[in-house]
T-cell receptor, first 114, second 115 residues
Framework: AQTVTQSQPEMSVQEAETVTLSCTYDTSENNYYLFWYKQPPSRQMILVIRQEAYKQQNATENRFSVNFQKAAKSFSLKISDSQLGDTAMYFCAFMKQGTYKYIFGTGTRLKVLA | EAGVAQSPRYKIIEKRQSVAFWCNPISGHATLYWYQQILGQGPKLLIQFQNNGVVDDSQLPKDRFSAERLKGVDSTLKIQPAKLEDSAVYLC?????????????FGPGTRLLVL
């Protein structure tokens, strides 16, 4: 069975600085997708970024980028130029290709400080 | 494009009572999911529908939880009777598949408190 581990329950960062959130996963599958979702205090989960396992190039979306290390089964999220609106819970999720079923980590609560 | 709608947003009930949650997915999304998110934890999948058929309900406590998706659009999730440990946020999500590489779109959730 697949598992997703987020080892940082809480983090804080100063506005405009860079922060990296960690995620590791365990799977024997070769074809899968990885996701980072953001859940602000209003609780609606929003997709931040997605990575296909077959792609070696790390995904980027504006200020958000990932460091995907397939062999190490690591999928960290880097937020550059942090903004107050980035304050939220961040969840890492794994999906085996073809299942459309997510396995979530326990989340990292990120607080951006003014 | 309208997002995933859920109601009610909040519900407080006594243990042993019943409760129902409603979800309207994004138009055209074939797959619908119900998750349970207990405070401090990540969402846990309860049930997954593909159109109006159940794909996965392996983690649904079937002695007290039930869900249906009539006509492959709206869905309801029911708990009867509720227990204290059912206090959680119930999230509904939908996805357009095949295609879209598995991206799920979430509703605002229903926060349930069982007293």
């Amino acid at each position: 069975a697949q598992t997703v581990t987020q080892s940082q329950p809480e983090m804080s960062v100063q506005e405009a600085e860079t922060v990296t959130l960690s995620c590791t996963y365990d799977t024997s599958e070769n074809n899968y997708y990885l996701f980072w979702y953001k859940q602000p205090p209003s609780r609606q989960m929003i997709l931040v970024i997605r990575q296909e396992a077959y792609k070696q190039q790390n995904a980027t979306e504006n200020r958000f980028s990932v460091n995907f290390q397939k062999a190490a089964k690591s999928f960290s999220l880097k937020i550059s130029d942090s903004q107050l609106g980035d304050t939220a819970m961040y969840f890492c999720a794994f999906m085996k290709q073809g299942t459309y079923k997510y396995i979530f980590g326990t989340g990292t609560r990120l607080k951006v400080l003014a | 494009e309208a997002g995933v709608a859920q109601s009610p947003r909040y519900k407080i009930i006594e243990k042993r009572q019943s409760v129902a949650f409603w979800c309207n997915p994004i138009s055209g999304h074939a797959t619908l999911y119900w998750y349970q998110q207990i405070l401090g934890q990540g969402p846990k999948l309860l049930i997954q529908f593909q159109n109006n058929g159940v794909v996965d309900d392996s983690q649904l406590p079937k002695d007290r939880f039930s869900a249906e998706r009539l006509k492959g659009v709206d869905s309801t999730l029911k708990i009867q009777p509720a227990k204290l440990e059912d206090s959680a946020v119930y999230l509904c999500a939908s996805s357009l598949d095949p295609g879209a590489q598995g991206t799920q779109y979430f509703g605002p959730g229903t926060r349930l408190l069982v007293l």
